[in-house]
Nanobody, 123 residues
């Protein structure tokens, strides 16, 4: 499975961005798609996840009500709509795919990773 993330950029606080993650290859093996982020000097942290079927969704508490994860199975693409962005959302955002039947928050539970896309929120 190959993952290609895109959509990052520079935005002012309060603004919005939509990240996309296109999956290719053996996508039938994917159970869950996740978004993680890593700010400078910090560990990679879970942001959101959605099962490929769309039946289960999970969010980190700090993004609930601001971020929305969704998927388009026909396009093999997962999205992360980010609204009301804050400077503390600044990070490199990664998409990941997991084969294990669980909506996991641990990066270790994901098998495939995209290259990351930079999101910078200015105050």
């Amino acid at each position: 499975v190959q993952l290609q993330a895109s959509g990052g950029g520079l935005v002012q606080a309060g603004g919005s961005l939509r990240l996309s993650c296109a999956a290719s290859g053996r996508t039938f093996s994917i159970y869950v798609m996740g978004w993680f982020r890593q700010a400078p000097g910090k560990e990679r942290e879970f942001v959101a996840a959605v099962t490929w079927s769309g039946g289960r969704i999970d969010y980190q508490d700090s993004v609930k009500g601001r971020f929305t994860v969704s998927r388009d199975n026909a396009k093999n693409t997962v999205y992360l709509q980010m609204n009301s962005l804050k400077p503390e959302d600044t990070a490199v955002y990664y998409c990941a795919a997991g084969r294990t039947a669980a909506v996991a928050r641990s990066a270790a539970r994901y098998d495939y990773w995209g290259q990351g896309t930079q999101v910078t929120v200015s105050s």
